[in-house]
């Protein structure tokens, strides 16, 4: 694929006048995620047991 080509494809996908703004509040968890662990500890124990990278010992601490 050209390069001109995938710029076209680009602008077409993605046009600048329509890029929502984002609250700065918004954009600081975007850059700044909390961490994994915070987030697996404050998920209820329904999406817990449906997660796959929780371990069976982790749930036994809950």
Do not use: F
Not at 3 to 8: L, P, V
Not at 41 to 46: A, K, L
Request: proline share 11%; net charge negative.
């Amino acid at each position: 694929m050209s390069e001109d080509k995938a710029k076209n494809q680009a602008d077409k996908n993605n046009p600048q006048e329509e890029a929502p703004e984002l609250s700065p509040e918004l954009l600081d968890r975007i850059k700044n995620p909390a961490s994994i662990d915070s987030t697996i500890r404050n998920q209820s124990p329904e999406e817990l047991k449906g997660n796959p990278a929780v371990s069976p010992e982790m749930l036994d601490d809950r």
